[in-house]
């Protein structure tokens, strides 16, 4: 083990199709004992295994074999250690090209394989045993998509990892692990810490959420994105660990990008649910516990994380097929935009005269990212995008055939943008539970083919949910109240705050950080989720759920069915809700004008 009493880990990439020279100058702009690489989005797995159907030798992140070829004389010189869920469905065969790869370099390096996240075979025996994979989310059943599914894979955490340290791997690839695994295993090991020692582990799971999308902590997609004084080879972040469980986040310095409070914070509350229960497969941690300290160099500590047990359940990420979608684009351009783009929608819609199980009418540059919040305008010209979704193939490859022929027998003023509309299959999102016991990870060392099976083991503490908080305090109200008599102007909300928003299947968060503790009082009153809800009413179907995380000066939105069926089902520009965000700071607010002193 370790006997240093720090440990830096890097984060190097957040999803395939990440800026692929970032391992590269991570190893090279300065020290890191570990980097991690983040390859897998929930809906990646059901490409990966298409792409193994065609090829039976493929189904992983076949760009990591290129940063590989690369990198891996650095990881020799520096001695720095690689984890990366690169492996995706096919870890093995990932983990065998990279070996090859080292032989060709002549380079000695003990990879370690991690695998046992794959369900899709199992699936038939856990319905045997009477677990019912129900939606978690919706609470379908499962049998409703059995027939159609294309992958299911279970999110393991440090356990397997960890084995891997301890047996010498230098470079471990894995299949599902969660991403915050990646990094909370590196000061598991070098500091050993106890399976059960749940504060610590905390610390590093929110450490792992830091890192776990990259730049977005190093000044990628913050609101106030002008502070960031430059982008160009933006550093990506550090988590410089210490044993009683504090961490630092940082980047290499003389990289560009930007790190401090804001930054971190922002990424803090992004894909964020109840912060009192993080749960992970390997504890639950409660970000309402941490504080955070700005300090010199572009470092912010992070320390007092607390934790629970994790439950006895592990998360399953279900892909299965669920009809097509096609979409088509043209230009629309000069005088009355706007009415051509309506009137071309509707000639297509008449023409077509039969029902989609969902179609799509989006105005992009007018109004397609945010509806009817987007202020009035007379653009010179307009991308209008059409689309629909259904299981009826024919129907969808109808779509595609009439809208090409729109261009030269409706209004003027018009151009296709590309080809033909493509059909594609829809891939869909299914979360479930199943007991953790069901699943057994395997570590298998690759050059001496040693395998190691790591099960699930029960732990001493029966997990137990967040204790019911009153979020506003007497102090508070009082403040509150002081400023009702002062006079009120009104702002855009991102005169008062900053945000970010993201996704989990059809549910958007919005993490919304007021810019001083005065600010947080005010917006933690007149902010509500029934004010959140108006707000977003032709987005938003379901509630909206509010959460107070006082210490980060945040409140956190759930938005439920918010996004169209979210990820690869949504026929939306942003089917992800990347722009919700921006769109909530542009909501007007009365406020006492003290507030913006």
């Known amino acids: 083990m370790s006997q240093t009493n720090t440990v830096r ?72 250690r690689i984890i990366s869920n690169a492996g995706g469905i096919n870890p093995g065969g990932c983990a065998q090209e990279v070996s090859k790869i080292t032989h060709q370099l002549g380079i000695q390096t003990v990879i370690a394989v991690v695998e046992g996240d794959d369900l899709v075979d199992r699936l038939g025996s856990l319905l045997a045993q009477g677990i019912d994979l129900q939606n978690l989310e919706t609470g379908e059943d499962f049998e409703s998509i059995q027939d159609r599914v294309e992958s299911a894979n279970a999110y393991l955490g ?19 692990v969660t991403d915050t695994a990646m990094v909370a295993a590196a000061p598991a090991f070098e500091f050993e810490w106890g399976l059960e020692d749940w504060d610590r582990l905390a610390s590093a799971v929110i450490a792992g959420h830091i890192l776990e999308c990259g730049a977005q902590a190093t000044g990628g997609n ?21 044993r009683d469980g504090s961490f630092c986040i940082s980047k290499h310095e003389n990289s560009g990008g930007l790190v401090n409070r804001k930054t971190v914070t922002s990424q803090l509350v992004y894909e964020m649910g109840d912060p009192r229960s993080y749960i992970t497969p390997d504890v639950t941690a409660d970000f309402s516990t941490i504080c955070l ?8 500590k992070v320390w007092g994380a607390k934790g629970r047990s994790p439950t006895d359940k592990l998360k399953v990420s279900i892909s299965y097929r669920n009809g097509y979608k096609a979409h088509g684009m043209m230009i629309v351009s000069q005088a009355d935009a706007e009415g051509k783009c309506r009137t071309l929608a509707d000639i297509l819609w008449k023409r077509l005269d039969m029902d989609f199980e969902e179609t799509s009418t989006e105005l992009v540059g007018h109004s397609a990212c945010h509806r009817h919040l987007a202020p009035p305008s007379e653009p010179g010209e307009i991308l209008l995008r059409l689309g629909v ?62 395998i190691f099976h790591v099960p699930w083991k029960p732990t001493n503490q029966k997990w137990q949910p967040a204790d019911e908080r009153n979020g506003e305090s007497e102090s508070t109200q009082s403040r509150s109240r002081t400023t009702e008599q002062e006079r009120l102007v009104p702002v855009p909300l991102t005169r008062l705050c900053y945000a970010r928003s993201g996704d989990k299947g059809d549910t958007c968060n919005i993490g919304v950080v007021a810019r001083s503790p005065e600010i947080y009082q005010w917006i933690h009153r007149e ?14 179907q379901g509630e909206v759920e509010r959460f107070e995380i006082p210490n980060l000066l945040a409140l956190n939105f759930l938005l439920h069915n918010s996004l169209g069926g979210g990820g690869t089902v949504s026929l939306r520009i942003d089917p992800q809700g990347k722009t919700l965000a921006d769109s909530l700071l542009m909501l007007e607010m009365k406020v006492p004008k003290s507030l913006l002193t």
């Open 293 to 300: 300290e700005d300090q010199e160099d572009q470092r912010v």
């Open 222 to 242: 913050l609101t106030d994105w002008g502070e960031v004084p430059s982008f160009s080879n933006i550093g990506y972040p550090i988590a410089e660990f210490y």
């Open 527 to 540: 902010l509500t989720a029934e004010r959140i809800k108006g707000y977003f009413t032709d987005l938003c």
């Open 389 to 450: 979704r259904d299981p009826n193939r024919e129907k969808v490859e109808r779509f595609a055939t009439e809208f090409t022929s729109l261009i030269l027998n409706t209004v003027p003023g018009i151009a296709i943008v590309g080809a033909k509309p493509r059909v594609q299959e829809v891939m869909a999102y299914w979360p479930c539970l199943i007991p953790a016991s069901q699943v057994i990870a395997q570590v298998t060392l690759l050059d001496s083919g040693r």
């Open 158 to 176: 440090v356990a397997p990892l960890v084995e891997d340290l301890e047996q010498g791997a230098q470079l471990i690839i894995t299949g599902r």
């Open 9 to 80: 880990v890097g984060n190097a990439g957040d999803y395939w199709g990440d800026d692929l020279g970032a391992l590269h100058r991570q190893l090279t702009q300065g020290p890191l004992d570990y980097v991690t690489l983040d390859f897998l989005a929930e809906l990646t797995m059901s490409i990966l295994r298409k792409q193994r159907l065609r090829n039976e030798d493929l189904g992983y992140a076949t760009d990591f074999l290129n940063q590989m070829r690369t990198c891996l004389p650095l990881l020799e010189k520096t001695g720095t």
